[in-house]
């Protein structure tokens, strides 16, 4: 007990000393990170240790993991993927499985399990226009084009799918046009 009245004591004046005094100045700070924060210089070239902060990337340079594609969202740029771009994948089975999957889940709704136009939301009259890939004269080229920038009512699915899966959709929407070719 009489080390508690101690301590207690110890501390009222402590808190006295340390919290009297002028009061136009600091006095004695317990945790100084709580007062004098390490701000970030929003928008400099040097900002905290050196390392810069929102900048934008310097011109030229891509992303880690990112892939750069170079077909505007243009007539000529829609030709020129149709014409040039080529797939960088085999057309395995592998491949082909995911391409069916990711199809499934972000293309079907409006194309159609087959391909033909007739998915759910076109059944439904929810979207209107969407082609049979048949009637269509598209190359694997001109498919990741579409995908990467959509086409009038069809939105860019870029976002949805890696450049991989892309590609292995792109496979996938080949071969379901080849078959209602048939
Ligand atoms: C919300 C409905 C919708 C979804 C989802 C959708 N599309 Fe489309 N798609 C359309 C419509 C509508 C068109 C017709 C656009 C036009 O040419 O006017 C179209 C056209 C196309 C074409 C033909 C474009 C051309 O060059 O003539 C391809 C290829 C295509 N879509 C592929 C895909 C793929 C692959 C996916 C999935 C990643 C997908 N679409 C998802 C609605 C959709």
Redesign the pocket.
Known sequence: MKNFVKIIFALVVLVTVVSCGDKRTRSVQYMPDMYVSVPYDANSAVGINGAASNLKPVAGTVARGQVPYEYPNTIEG?DAA?KELKSPLEANEANMENGKK??AI??A???GTKGDGN?V??QREK?????N?KD?A?TEG??Y???MHG?????S?AS??TVTE?WQ??HY?EKLRNDLLK
């Open positions: 829609y149709l990711m199809y972000y293309c709704t409006c194309h998915g939301l076109a979207f209107n226009g969407v082609p890939y269509r598209i001109s498919i084009h579409v995908i086409r009038n009512l069809m939105g699915h949805q799918l892309r959709v792109v929407v």
